[in-house]
């Protein structure tokens, strides 16, 4: 048996949005869908605008992932706070928490590992943590 790590749980939530892809690319003459035309177009923005470099399409693709992540770990952690121990100060210490571990992830591990410009790093932060930002301002008013 095959003993799983962390490292391949957080690899495959960083290609969900490579496989689930919906726009076609003609790749050999055929057209296709999912990871194989995610990696045709990101080849293809490549080739245009430099290594790292995604273009319009693919960022606000992905940047529509980033922003779904964030409204899941609000719904997540106000559930979990307000729901079930009913404290306002766990909530402010989740959403900070997880604001810390997205930095750690995008200014250090996304760089690192996948090459990551700054200007992506700090785009996909910013997507992140804004809407947590937001709510955690609303709620403490």
Avoid at 4 to 31: E, M, N, S
Avoid at 69 to 78: D, E, F, N, P, R
Avoid at 103 to 112: A, G, K, N, V
Wanted: net charge positive; hydrophobic share 50%; charged share 20%.
């Amino acid at each position: 048996m095959k003993k799983r790590r962390i490292g391949d749980f957080y690899h495959a939530l960083v290609i969900l949005p490579d496989r689930a892809y919906p726009f076609r690319t003609k790749v050999a003459g055929q057209w296709v869908r999912g990871i194989r035309s995610y990696n045709a177009a990101v080849a293809r923005y490549q080739r245009k605008y430099g290594v790292g470099r995604y273009g319009y399409k693919i960022a606000a693709y992905r940047q529509v992932f980033h922003l779904a992540g964030s409204l899941l770990v609000i719904y997540a952690a106000t559930f979990l706070t307000l729901g079930l121990a009913g404290s306002r100060a766990a909530l402010a210490v989740v959403l900070l928490l997880t604001t810390l571990l997205i930095s750690y992830q995008e200014f250090f591990l996304q760089r690192r590992r996948y090459h990551q410009h700054w200007t992506k790093a700090v785009t996909d932060w910013l997507v992140w943590c804004a809407p947590m930002g937001a709510y955690l301002f609303s709620l403490l008013r």
